[in-house]
């Protein structure tokens, strides 16, 4: 079974702190992807990658940065965290050849 | 982009009917996935459907690639069937486009 995991389930920080919310997928897969999902606006692409070290923007970057070291792991990072990225953030990950998705449990942060 | 419309955006069930959700998108895709998003927020991959008809249990997926539609048939719901159904499109290993989703209940 494909495992995505992410490191916190529900994290509280701080206006103006740096977070790092990390993600580990299991298959060897190539891509990457950091989603949100908010009421009534549904789920956004933030960023992805294709394969280590490299990195594309997606709808909204804005705010955001990503780090890919390792194939298994891709992060996001809040530089500055604001109360405006209170959200459900998403990541999913995918094979090369075979497309199918697959997601971790979420991380619900809160921003105060 | 690729535009994705589910319809209908909400729908309330007696247990054990059945029902059916459906998804439209805008150009042709070679992706195609039908997603549940429990209550704790997780999405659980149903379907991996960019065409042809698949089963899993009670739940069945038919994609129609060249009309730009899927559909998700549940039958025989259950109160553990409530909970928000996502269709997401996408062109190869692209990023995937999510629909607004079905928010379904389903009532004892």
């Known amino acids: 079974d494909v495992k995505v995991t992410q490191s916190s389930r529900y994290l509280v920080k701080r206006t103006g702190e740096k977070v790092f919310l990390e993600c580990v997928q299991d298959m060897d897969h190539e891509n990457m992807f950091w989603y949100r999902q908010d009421p009534g606006l549904g789920l956004r692409l933030i960023y992805f990658?294709?394969?280590?070290?490299?990195?594309e923007k997606g709808d909204i970057p804005e705010g955001y940065s990503v780090s890919r070291e390792k194939k298994e792991r891709f992060s996001l990072i809040l530089e500055s965290a604001s109360t405006n990225q209170t959200s459900m953030y998403l990541c999913a990950s995918c094979s090369g050849g075979d497309y199918e998705q697959y997601f971790g449990p979420g991380t619900r942060l809160t921003v105060t | 982009g690729i535009q994705v419309e589910q319809s209908p955006p909400d729908l309330i069930l007696q247990e054990g009917a059945n029902s059916t959700l459906r998804c439209n998108f805008s150009d042709s895709v070679n992706n195609l996935q039908w997603f549940h998003q429990n209550p704790w927020g997780q999405l659980i991959n149903l379907f991996y459907i960019p065409s042809g008809t698949k089963q899993n249990g009670r739940l069945s997926a038919t994609t129609v690639a060249t009309e730009r539609y899927s559909l998700l048939y549940i039958s025989s719901s259950q109160t553990t069937d409530s909970g928000v159904y996502f269709c997401a499109v996408g062109q190869g290993n692209t990023p995937l486009v999510f629909g607004k989703g079905t928010r379904l209940s389903v009532i004892a």
């Open positions: 990658s294709y394969d280590v070290k490299m990195k």
